[in-house]
């Protein structure tokens, strides 16, 4: 027992459980545990095995495949047992022999710990700090005498069976490997992942430093040229352009090489285009080196070339804001790369990218492995830690409706943000941390070491392609001025500066270590960054008189559409009417299931009631008018993606977009069983997120104008989380960016006594944006109404995004619904619905009540409760563009009569502030009594609305009498 004794005492505390667990785990599922561990517990024998399992205080024994059982009793011993005899008990080997085996099996564990400590945490002891200021964190774990090796052991060999590739070795030769694997100009963070393949492909490729070998001559000239002309463009900038801002590179050059490597590996996997999106730092130095905007086109924006309003179209931005796109060949095969535009919000631009992504991938019917299309992301390490839309973008991932097959993040790690040292700009070990919670693997590498930079962002390329995940590589580097080129970073930070100050370039760092070891000689490099230099004046001359050429966002999938109309051209009537026939094949889809499925009663009633109203050809109500655009548009060869929390059932479970079979939970969408092969039509309940899920929508509506693409909140208010995605995209891209969208933004919204967090979507808001057509918002009354401007998304030959206050109560109530001849030939787009009613004479009417959405039904059941005739009811549907023409068509008959605005918002809120002054315009222009509306409905209010259903009903039946003046 001598030996199950040392075995059990060194096995003690944390370790003990930690060895006897995976044991427990290795039995029931070998792959469950890290490979290095099951090839040890291979190989144990049963006193081992037995040492194992007692550590944890019971007696088990493998029972098959299964599970434990207790050992069983040794058979007894035959009798008669001579020497030699069949059955005879074996002879016991040497007392000495058995301590021996015993022995190098406690050796061969703590060799294998010691190796899992480097996996686990060398990183926290590599040389990552170009600086040399951050200091490796010393641990225990990673010394071998914490796993009972003294000096005396060190050259002692050890078997670990294969793992670092070695069958034997001392623990002198496993402290060499793991250091130089884990503990050099590479950090790797990898063993937080639970997919057992994955932790072993990192191990094969990292294990040994095969970085150390991994370039030849050719290729290392391949990274100083990248080094050549990161480095050789800022300078030329900072010579040229002194007080100019660019938010240079300086430092941080390696990224260069970096995107360079991801770009190559990935198009040698076969991938065909790369969305790339970034923050402003370094961005023109990707847009001419890695996306080959033209130099000369980039130095006339320095100088202002070309700024004339005949010259370009938009109001335009900074420079370092602005994308691009182009096409490049990579061994032979071509790639379209796209640098997106994006705002100074740092990674408000994460899932536009990735939404883009994912839209491609759908037009190239990429929809398993999703590897034909990339994004690469690149973050600062202030904001990679400190901005939540990261995560968000993350978390978006791995889910169903919005996977791409793994996004590229590489973090270009300045170790400041802004003024902000790390300390106080996040709470864990890096910057990088969030990333394990999507179980990332994350490479640390050191910016001044070129080739291991190439070497982690090749394996990261690699890794996306082979496992469908994100990927994160972090360049530790530092930022050579301050936040801005006449920022001064000494005032905070006077030690880093001082150290800054002292450093010689990457490249200079790169070039002196190739000359000195004879790949790329002294003049060779020389010559190299002369010749870049030569380059760069050039194209600096030739900006004199660069005449910028058409824009050229009208073209590739966005041929045939055109910039928007003229004022005149607003209100025209798009084509937006379906046949009779059309509607009733997709209203008969809407109310049928398969006979096996097992449809909720309550869902088959609504289902009947749906099949009645279009046989009827009246009472069709909200869902059905929405169902009956989508289907439409899907047989007319469209593509419509839906995504929101909760939007398969919808929020006020009135869509039930998808039906769920109460036996077995099998899904069945009604919509995509139209017609034989008809486009598919998606609904992706998203995760609990505004801000994330609105961008990537957004950028998949960039990507293909000819899908109708949704976001819904669960309730409008909701979407002020999502706000930055709404001022800096939606609102304000086209005209910035010469970008169009033409996503729908679905906004429950309506004052119903559910309190101030479920009333207002905020509908001044989209209102103040709004300015040049850059956007419809609407506030409509009728599913007809609704159906034709879904329809009209598509049907104009533009695209505009369009914001939509939906309603709540009204999707069941009885006046709120539509004939089926109102979806049909003839009809079309309403701006303004004028009074339908039989009221007084228009010249006896003294009052006109103007208004927007789900108000009117009030003012309307009131107004014929009360048998009022002499005021009539008018409302506006389109808000902005503001249909000022047919508004003066619909009051233009009431010569007599006083006007009045009535919302149900207050004062300060709503719609008022915006429409007041132009009621005000039409109203002049026009041959009647009234120049100035009236404003009625609720007092201004900080809280949008009452939280006590008594206040709120007294409220709402007090602006009603009030509009209609009882």
Known sequence: MAGVDILATAMTGANAAFLADLYARWVEKPDSVDPSFAELFAVLDDDAKAVLTDAVGASWAPRGRGGFAPEPEPAPAAKGGAKGSKGAAPAAAPAADAETIRRAQLDSIRALMLIRSYRVRGHLHAQLDPLGLAKPRPHQELEPTFWGFSEADMDRPVFINGVLGLDTATPRQIMEVCRATYCGPIGVEFMHIQDPDQKAWIQQRMEGAPWST??????????????????????????????????????????????????????????????????HRGRLNVLVNVVKKPFTQVFSEFKG??????????????????????????????????????????????????GKVRARQDMAGDTKGRHSVMGILLHGDAAFAGQGLVYETMAMSQLIGYRTGGTIHLVTNNQIGFTTVPAHAYSGLYCTDIAKSVQAPIWHVNGDNPEAVVFVSRLAAEFRQTFSTDVVVDIVCYRRHGHNESDEPAFTQPIMYGRIKEMRTTRT????????????????????????????????????????????????????????????????????????????????????????????????????AKRQAIESGEGIDWATGEALGFGTLLLEGHRVRLSGEDVQRGTFSHRHAVLVDQKTQAEYVPLNNIRSGQPRFEAFNSLLSEFGVLGYDYGYSLADPHTLVLWEAQFGDFANGAQVIIDQFIASAETKWLRMSGLVMLLPHGYEGQGPEHSSARLERYLQLCAERNMRVCNLTTPANYFHALRRQLKANYRKPLVLMTPKSLLRHKLAVSSLAEFGPGSGFRYIIPEIDAIAPEEEVKRVVLCTGKVYYDLLQERRDKGVKDVAIIRIEQLHPFPKQS????????????????????????????????????????????????????????????????????????????????
């Open 214 to 279: 991994a370039f030849d001559a050719k290729a290392k000239r391949a990274i100083l040229e990248d080094l050549t002309e990161a480095e050789g463009f800022e300078a030329f900038c900072a010579r040229k352009y002194v007080s100019t801002k660019r938010f240079g590179l300086e430092g941080g050059e390696s990224t260069i090489p970096a995107i360079q490597a991801v770009i190559e590996t990935a198009a040698g996997a076969g991938v065909n285009e790369i969305a790339i999106g970034m923050a």
């Open 509 to 608: 760092l790169y070039a002196e270590r190739l000359a000195a070891e004879g790949s790329v000689p002294a003049e060779e490099s020389k010559a190299m960054w002369d010749a870049f230099n030569q380059t760069l004046e050039q194209a600096h001359e030739a900006a004199q008189s660069f005449k910028p050429n058409k824009a050229d966002w009208l073209e590739g999938h966005w041929s045939g559409l055109k910039a928007a109309g003229t004022e005149d051209a607003i209100e025209q009537l798009h084509p937006t009417a379906v046949a009779l026939e059309t509607l009733r094949e997709v209203g008969a889809a809407l109310a049928r299931v398969p006979e096996d499925f097992a449809a909720n009663p309550k869902i088959a009633r609504q289902l009947e």
């Open 305 to 354: 070339v070309g700024a004339n309003p005949d010259d370009v179209q938009g109001s335009g931005d900074v420079k370092y804001h602005l994308g691009t796109s182009t096409d490049i060949e990579v061994g032979g095969r071509r790639v379209h790369l796209s640098l997106q535009p994006n705002p100074s919000h740092l990674e408000a631009v994460d899932p536009v990218v990735v």
């Open 887 to 966: 508004l003066s068509q619909a009051l233009a008959p009431y010569k007599n009569a006083e006007v009045v605005w009535c919302q149900e918002e207050p004062e300060n809120m709503g719609a008022w502030t915006y429409i007041d002054r132009r009621l005000e315009k039409v109203l002049k222009g026009l041959d009647i009594k009234a120049k100035r509306p009236d404003y009625v409905g609720r007092d201004e209010a900080a809280s949008p609305a009452t939280g006590l259903a008594k206040v709120h009903q007294q409220q709402q039946e007090a602006l009603v009498r009030a509009a209609l003046g009882l």
